[in-house]
């Protein structure tokens, strides 16, 4: 067996254990209504702009590092993982303010590479799927390949960090094609995990 089989193995085993120490078979959270969002979150690796108005010199293009920081010019390094832009925003104003009359910031959001789900276990091909949109589990599993031939479609758990640890949200995919758990096709968030048993 080679290492990158082995790894595979391992993970997918990791991760049956964690499900098997999740709360089980939460009911599906509520949809949320259209327009309704939470504030963008800045994640590792995104890629921000940071324009300082009539100060170029001072502007940048960088990426979150693997840390959750940025450098940014005069003022070294700054932590902008967990902030929404805004908030990045007035961090960054405030400090260049020691060294700048009022510095007017702009923090733009280039590429929003952490936005991304995990996809293992049954299907085709296992991996991350970025999540630019709204996505759901469905949506995740075709951007896969879709089930093999030996996958446990009505079984499928999406893991959820929370606060309060891992919930388990579980997909019947014959039961959703049956329209009898049409809500169990839930919205995806950053960070879940869709485990497909074989």
Not at 36 to 57: A, F, H, S
Not at 122 to 143: D, P, Q, Y
Request: charged share 20%; proline share 8%; net charge negative.
């Amino acid at each position: 067996m080679n290492t990158r089989v082995r790894l595979a193995t391992l993970t997918v085993a990791g991760l049956f254990v964690i499900l098997a120490c999740a709360k089980p078979g939460a009911p599906p959270p509520a949809e949320r209504q259209a327009g309704q969002r939470d504030p963008y979150v800045i994640g590792i690796p995104d890629l921000l702009l940071i324009t300082v108005w009539k100060n170029p010199e001072l502007s940048t293009q960088v990426p979150v590092r693997s840390d959750g920081k940025i450098s940014v010019p005069l003022l070294d390094d700054i932590q902008a993982e967990g902030l929404t832009p805004e908030e990045l925003k007035e961090v960054i104003s405030e400090s260049l303010s020691e060294y700048i009359t009022a510095p007017d910031v702009t923090v733009t959001v280039l590429q929003d590479h952490s936005r991304a789900v995990t996809v293992v276990g049954g299907l085709l091909r296992s991996g991350s799927v970025r999540i630019s949109r709204e996505t759901r589990v469905l949506e995740a599993i075709a951007a896969m390949g879709g089930f093999t031939t030996w996958a446990n479609r009505n079984d499928v758990r999406i893991l959820r960090p929370t606060p309060s640890g891992i919930v388990s949200y579980r997909f019947d995919f014959g039961a959703y094609m049956a329209d009898k758990a049409p809500d169990s096709n839930i919205v995806l968030e950053p960070g879940d995990t869709i485990v497909v048993p074989d």
